[in-house]
């Protein structure tokens, strides 16, 4: 159980890491507050509050991953391949990709909802 204990310890200091330090990790974390908070306002279904959260998550991790390979390619300074660069422009595009469908997520969702609220 000690082991567990510390096992979720380091994670929750990476993530308040993030939290600390990164710009988008930051930002994408208040997207996340308000999409989870419009979330239990709107009567959505079990489904639909499961990809929500999932979205939501899927965001986040890969941030951290973003971030965590950043930091491994930035030690490689002052002799930094070109392949760093490529490498760290590709995992932004996968957060980003990611990002983009969690929007398209959240549109097809909320969408019907906000209409509904709308039309009164």
């Known amino acids: 159980m000690r082991r567990l204990t510390k096992s979720f310890s380091y994670a929750l ?3 308040l890491f ?3 330090h990164e ?3 930051q930002i994408e974390v208040l997207v996340g507050v308000f999409i989870i908070s419009a979330m ?3 009567p959505l279904r079990g489904l639909e509050r499961a990809l ?3 979205s939501v998550a899927l965001v986040l991790a890969l941030e ?7 930091r491994v390619m930035d030690l490689l300074k002052p002799r930094v391949h070109p392949y760093v660069r490529i ?3 590709m995992m932004a595009g996968a957060v980003l ?10 549109v097809a969702i909320f969408l019907p909802y906000v209409l509904a609220l709308a039309r009164f």
């Not at 951290?64 to 950043?70: D, G, I, K, M």
């Not at 990709?97 to 959240?106: F, H, M, R, W």
């Open 97 to 106: 990709l990611t990002s983009l469908a969690a929007v398209a997520v959240g």
């Open 18 to 20: 993030a939290v600390r």
């Open 64 to 70: 951290l991953a973003n971030t965590a390979l950043e």
């Open 52 to 54: 929500i959260i999932f």
């Open 23 to 25: 710009r988008n990790f």
């Open 40 to 42: 239990l306002i709107f």
């Open 87 to 89: 490498i760290k422009d």
């Open 13 to 15: 200091k990476g993530i």
